[in-house]
């Protein structure tokens, strides 16, 4: 393959995403962040489930039972509040707009992009429930975990889905492979 038609490729792959991704984000500011439902759904999931971990790791646990503030945490402390941009359905997206961008047989992608996104979420629940913990224990470390440490664990999460998707079930069309 010659260096233009591989460069072709990569920005028609590029492009593709970013093109996705644009209409991920339209839709989502448009219609679904007005609606409501899918942010208080992922984040009402996310909640119990670390809240289900915070018990079983031997904590007192509290959630706000006004839908609308989205506080929980461990007894004794400010709790951990939960804001739309917090749930992952940004993460989410970015992961399936790659996959669905990316060259590759749609049988595989039609359970690839269910269970990557399904991953993201548990991890986003260990992220949650470790931040609720790290508020009682050191809350003067939520801020540096919250916007840099937790950030680069996700994204790296997604960065190795990503390359699982491109070795193992992306077609190799798009990339260069010494023989």
């Known amino acids: 393959m010659n260096k233009s038609s591989l460069d072709r490729r990569a920005f028609s792959f590029i492009g593709f995403f970013l093109g996705l991704y644009l209409l991920w984000v339209i839709l989502y500011y448009f219609l679904i962040q007005p609606w409501g439902k899918l942010d208080a759904l992922v984040i009402n999931d996310a909640s119990l489930w670390s809240l289900f971990l915070l018990k079983h790791l031997g904590f007192h646990t509290f959630i706000d039972p006004n839908p609308t503030i989205r506080t929980i945490g461990i007894d004794g402390t400010s709790g951990l509040w939960i804001g739309d941009p917090c749930d992952g359905l940004a993460l989410f997206a970015m992961f399936a707009c790659f996959i669905i961008a990316y060259p590759g047989n749609w049988k595989h992608k039609f359970w690839f992009i269910p269970i990557g996104i399904t991953a993201i979420h548990f991890l986003n629940i260990s992220r949650i ?27 790296g999460f997604i960065f190795s889905l990503w390359f699982i998707w491109i070795k193992k079930f992306g077609s190799r069309k798009i990339i260069h492979e010494p023989k």
């Open 129 to 155: 429930t470790l931040l609720c913990i790290i508020v009682q224990k050191k809350p003067s470390w939520l801020e540096f975990n919250h916007t840099y440490l937790f950030q680069i664990i996700m994204y």
